[in-house]
């Protein structure tokens, strides 16, 4: 699924839209640019789970949590077994939390089949291509 937005607005509508149609367990993966969107995107599902929203960047921290979401930001690992000692796996595999991982090309091959793919490309200062794959 394609979708274009056009501010921070639109990307909050498709994020609601998406936190209707995840569940438990679920493992999220955001691709794409600096500056892309993907902490704006995260900022704003967690928001539309429902949840508390104080979403910031955990490039420094790698990974952060609110409520049962996991946030991690892999852009500083260099290897997957950095990811392992952050404990990435128990993240993923926990069946009671969503996990969205930033910068995730590291970790791809420990990913569920099922996990979400979305893929966030700079079109100009207000507008993304947000590409949606294996939503169920
Ligand atoms: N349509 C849009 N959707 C999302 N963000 C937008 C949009 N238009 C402008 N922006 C701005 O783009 C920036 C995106 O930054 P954000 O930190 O979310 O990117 P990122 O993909 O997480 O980058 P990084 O790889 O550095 O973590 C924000 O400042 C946001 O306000
Ligand atoms: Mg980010």
């Known amino acids: 699924m394609e979708n274009i937005t056009k501010s921070t607005g639109e990307t909050k509508k498709l994020a609601f839209e998406i936190a209707k149609r995840i569940k438990n367990g679920d493992v999220i993966a955001l691709y794409g640019d600096l500056?892309?969107?993907?902490?704006?995107?995260?900022?704003?599902?967690?928001?539309?789970?429902?949840?508390?929203?104080?979403?910031?960047?955990?490039?420094?921290?790698?990974?952060?949590?609110?409520?049962?979401?996991?946030?991690?930001?892999?852009?500083?690992?260099?290897?997957?077994?950095?990811?392992?000692?952050?404990?990435?796996?128990?993240?993923?595999?926990d069946e009671e939390s969503i996990t969205v991982i930033e910068w995730p090309e590291i970790i791809e091959d420990l990913f569920p089949r099922k996990a979400v793919k979305i893929y966030f490309e700079y079109i100009d200062e207000n507008t993304r291509k947000i590409t949606i794959k294996n939503l169920h």
């Open 35 to 93: 500056g892309g969107g993907k902490t704006t995107f995260t900022r704003y599902l967690v928001e539309g789970l429902g949840l508390e929203n104080r979403v910031q960047s955990p490039t420094f921290v790698v990974a952060r949590k609110y409520g049962y979401v996991n946030h991690v930001d892999l852009y500083r690992l260099t290897s997957k077994e950095e990811a392992k000692d952050i404990g990435i796996e128990e993240m993923i595999s």
